[in-house]
């Protein structure tokens, strides 16, 4: 069935220094990617999304990545601030009748003082 | 506006015993989704709904699990009977479903304990 791997598991990062999380989707179908931040016992909170037809879309130091071709998609956080350090998850979906939408395992970002 | 709303936000129970959850989504939003959430894991669809109609519910496990959306607004899901395993946040969420992919807002969660 359709999958979402999502790599790191755990991140742990220097303040100031960027961070990087990856995932891959199996469903070559998929046209909407969200990426979710979810504070320890808080809901998720979507921080950024792409769609299809963009490969890169930016958010003040937030940034996704998005390449069809071979089925990634990345988050880049730039100059990590302590208030960066969460759960973060992404998802695939395609917005049809039948769709999806799938998340990731997530990744745990620490941001070290 | 008022966001999503869940309750109860915590639930203790005994295995076999039978739980509901309720859901409220945004006004105006035509689409509700119930997710389960694992300690350490990604929000998992349980089932979709667009309007009352439930368009997706393949990961429901229909021999104890049951949803319903009267009227295309609010949302219940329930359990009966629980079991151990069934420990777990449950979400709700709610979109404005809209081509090309939409925001979902989640609910607070209802953490729901099976003793």
């Known amino acids: 069935g359709e999958n979402v791997e999502q790599h790191p598991s755990t991140l742990s990062v220097q303040e100031g220094d960027s961070a990087v999380i990856k995932c891959t989707y199996s469903?070559?179908?998929?046209?909407?990617f969200p990426w979710y931040k979810q504070e320890l016992g808080k809901r998720p909170q979507l921080i950024i999304d792409?769609?299809?037809?963009?490969g890169e879309k930016k958010d003040q130091r937030i940034a996704v990545t998005l390449n069809k071709t071979a089925k990634h998609f990345s988050l880049h956080i730039t100059e990590t601030q302590p208030e960066d350090s969460a759960v973060y998850f992404c998802?695939?979906?395609?917005?049809?009748?039948?769709?999806?939408?799938?998340f990731g395992s997530g990744t745990r970002l620490s941001i070290r003082p | 506006e008022a966001g999503v709303v869940q309750s109860p936000r915590y639930k203790i129970i005994e295995k076999k015993q039978p739980v509901a959850f309720w859901c409220n989504p945004i006004?105006?939003?035509?689409?509700l989704y119930w997710y389960r959430q694992n300690l350490g894991q990604g929000p998992e669809l349980l089932i979709r709904y667009e309007n009352e109609e439930a368009v997706d519910d393949s990961q429901l496990p229909k021999d104890r699990f049951s949803a319903e959306r009267l009227k295309g607004v609010d949302s219940t899901l329930k359990i009966q009977p629980a079991e151990l395993g069934d420990s777990a946040v449950y979400l709700c969420a709610s979109s404005l479903e809209l081509a090309g992919g939409n925001e979902q807002f989640f609910g607070p969660g209802t953490r729901l304990t099976v003793l």
């Open positions: 998802a695939a979906t395609s917005y049809s009748s039948a769709s999806k939408i799938i």
């Open positions: 006004s105006g939003h035509n689409t």
């Open positions: 792409i769609r299809s037809n963009v």
């Open positions: 469903d070559s179908a998929s046209n909407y």
